[in-house]
């Protein structure tokens, strides 16, 4: 089997990781696409060696794909289906599979049905798979279904997360309001157009994941407030005390089946000293729970992201969630000794 040929769609924070660990498995890097960094090599953005360090950052992703024809795009440009769509979209038409870093399209056949479909059906069209993955994947959805898979009864299941702004790029900082003053914050808070929360996608994945099916969704948001001036590497600013530095959102999710779904997700500016969680509970028969003790977060995105690249070139046509995927699984070699 051949080198898989990938187009990096977003070279930022997680992109350049996410490139090393790919030529560290064998893929070949055929292109990138980004906005500021139009021009630069992948060796001056994302210090890759090699053949990809001569790669030049473009503008154009239909001229790239039209020219590199890639097996995949590895995109990690933003969160929300509002501003993935089109670009997920103009991949699959140049017959691409993409596997996105894409928080609401873990699982967005609920928060965004409509553009969800679209992308199922254009995918199937041109006889490619659309996935995202990511962290949430392997913490909030397959360690959380695997503990499911060994309860009698589920009462309930409450996670709750932290992760810190810092370990990422400027997109992230700027979707958790980092800089808010209070009153922008509620007024973020307040409208209609706030996008779907990480922890109620991946709900929903763990749901879907376990077979039960998604009644009711609610979330709560509180602002985290800076107690004193904090430095934000992820925006190279500081931040007056005061001011936001991220918030905690709750989500809960009912399912008809019964199980009561909860996350308590934090996402913000550590101070020094802080470090990122993981812990479930689960109630139920019998009472269970899991946690992490070390969790570098950044790191876990990207190889889960990596790990699930064969199993996107080998699925079937269409939107593909991580629930409808094979195990999440560790890859012992390069990627083109686990194609089908
Ligand atoms: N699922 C997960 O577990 C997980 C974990 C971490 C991050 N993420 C998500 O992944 C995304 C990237 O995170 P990051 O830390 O790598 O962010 P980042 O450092 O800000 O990088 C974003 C990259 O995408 C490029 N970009 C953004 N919008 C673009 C567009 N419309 N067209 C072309 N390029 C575009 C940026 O280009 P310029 O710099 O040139 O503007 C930059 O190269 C964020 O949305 C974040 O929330 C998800």
Redesign the pocket.
Known sequence: MKKPTVVM????????IIARMLLERDAEIVGA??????GKTLGE?SSLEGDAARVV?E?D?AEVLARTKPDLVVM?????ME?VKE?VLTCLRHGANVI????EN?YSWHTSPEDTAEIDRVARENGVTYT??????GYWVQLVATLMGTAHRIDEVRGKAS?NVD?????????QQVGDTAEEFAAWLGTAERPPT?GRNSLHAVAAASGLTVEHSTTETEPVFATEDMRCA?LDTTVPAGRVIGFTDIDVVTTKEGPRLVLEMTGKVYSPGEADSNAWVLKGEPDLDLENQVLP??L???A??VNRVPQVLNAEPGYVTVAGLPRLQYMGGPISSHLA
């Open positions: 769609f977003g070279v930022g924070a997680m992109g350049s696409v980004a906005r500021s960094t139009v953005v950052v503008a992703a990690t440009i933003a969160s929300y501003d670009p996105s870093l894409a928080e873990l995202c993955s990511g962290h949430q994947d992760w370990d990422f790029g400027p997109e992230l900082a700027r979707d990480f992820a977060t950044h876990t995105t990207c889960t992201l």
